[in-house]
């Protein structure tokens, strides 16, 4: 994971359209990745989450792709409303194995609707 | 079913003081951890209680400790704070392991002066 800078790259799109918002990760050991969205003022929030067995998830208007050969992850959100406008988070589980809990997050990004 | 809950949601102290922070997890969850969320430096992980034990811990100083009672509530306490200190405070919890979704509280917003 890496640490969220000063300045979180902003993704701008028109309401309506399919937003994609993209994140590498850091553990080719890690087998557990999540989604969250942050609003201003609150604590993260899950979205959708994805396990190593798998490649691709859906939910309700959200679809999780996972590349474990380029260690990418991506979120799509399908019809953006004003709603989705937020800080995204992906995270990654990297203790595999035992019980230990320890998420590491990706750099936010900031994802804009326009109306 | 509740959320997780942090109290206070603002705190404001000064240097050298030291702070205790309050979660209490989702119902049936005996998971907690807790990150540092700050412009710099993102979200951060500080430690993760189970069964009153501390399973896990971060690249945090000393200063920075917690706990686990029996009915899964969790405290952490920093002491001597330093302006640094000054973030948002994260409690999540899960049922009980490493795979299992971890629920986000609002936060603790604290400022040291």
Redesign the interface.
Known sequence: GESVGLHLPTLSVQEGDNSIINCAYSNSASDYFIWYKQESGKGPQFIIDIRSNMDKRQGQRVTVLLNKTVKHLSLQIAATQPGDSAVYFCAENNAPTGANSKLTFGKGITLSVRP | KAG?TQTPRYLIKTRGQQVTLSCSPISGHR?V?W?QQT???????LF?Y?SETQ??K?NFPGRFSGRQFSNSRSEMNVSTLELGDSALY?C?S?L????????????TRLTVL
Not at chain 2, 96 to 107: H, K, V, W
Request: proline share 6%.
């Open positions: 997780v998971s951890s990150y412009p710099g430096q993102g979200l951060q992980f993760e189970f399973r896990n971060g994260l999540a899960s009980a392991y490493s795979t299992d979704t971890q629920y986000f509280g609002p936060g």
